[in-house]
T-cell receptor, first 113, second 113 residues
Framework: GAVVSQHPSRVICKSGTSVKIECRSLDFQATTMFWYRQFPKKSLMLMATSNEGSKATYEQGVEKDKFLINHASLTLSTLTVTSAHPEDSSFYIC?????????FGPGTRLTVL | ELKVEQNPLFLSMQEGKNYTIYCNYSTTSDRLYWYRQDPGKSLESLFVLLSNGAVKQEGRLMASLDTKARLSTLHITAAVHDLSATYFCAVDKWGGGSEKLVFGKGTKLTVNP
């Protein structure tokens, strides 16, 4: 149990376009999900905490208007990167909390040309 | 501010040898997590340590937690090439109305034949 999926796994887009990434908990309900960003050879950086039915809590330095998070149901959170630029290229990983554990999705590699 | 420090950051080992990765954290926390990450992949949960003195073992890996010393260790016994990966420790932090994980920088382990 405790499987988290992400879609898409890989996306390439042009600068200025918006990209939506989905994170789903497949076999459990998750009130809280998290979005992380990871640069090459670096650790995970928490971007925001996504709570079902309420506004996301963003970490300091993360632009709310650029990284839109919606957690409309207990099994789905979405991250939309708006007006993407090359510096937004990164590996984005979501996780879903169940009890005291976080279960991680397989990640989405975003490349902005 | 909670800080999590891992050392070493890079570790090159010979197959068959033993070694230990250390994870220190700066403020009180009762839960510590170890993850493995292969290149281009997301995180795989290895161990969840929930209390002082906790010890868990899986195959050639053994993790322990000393909450008084704020120290966790990940011990590798008789390393094999398949253990080559990056290992992260993470500690729970309460903030912004939710518990969230603070990660160490990771230890890149290379096991040489």
């Amino acid at each position: 149990g405790a499987v988290v999926s992400q879609h898409p796994s890989r996306v390439i887009c042009k600068s200025g376009t918006s990209v939506k990434i989905e994170c789903r908990s497949l076999d459990f309900q998750a009130t809280t999900m998290f979005w992380y960003r990871q640069f090459p050879k670096k650790s995970l950086m928490l971007m925001a905490t996504s709570n079902e039915g309420s506004k996301a809590t963003y970490e300091q330095g993360v632009e709310k208007d650029k990284f839109l998070i919606n957690h409309a149901s207990l099994t789905l959170s979405t991250l939309t990167v708006t007006s993407a630029h090359p510096e937004d290229s990164s590996f984005y990983i979501c996780s879903a909390r169940r009890g005291y554990e976080q279960f991680f999705g397989p990640g989405t590699r975003l490349t902005v040309l | 501010e909670l800080k999590v420090e891992q050392n070493p950051l890079f570790l090159s080992m010979q197959e068959g040898k033993n070694y230990t990765i250390y994870c220190n954290y700066s403020t009180t926390s009762d839960r510590l997590y170890w993850y493995r990450q292969d290149p281009g992949k997301s995180l795989e949960s290895l161990f969840v340590l929930l209390s002082n003195g906790a010890v868990k073992q899986e195959g050639r890996l053994m993790a322990s937690l000393d909450t008084k010393a704020r120290l966790s260790t990940l011990h590798i016994t008789a390393a094999v090439h398949d253990l080559s990966a990056t290992y992260f420790c993470a500690v729970d932090k309460w903030g912004g109305g939710s518990e969230k994980l603070v990660f160490g920088k990771g230890t890149k382990l290379t096991v040489n034949p």
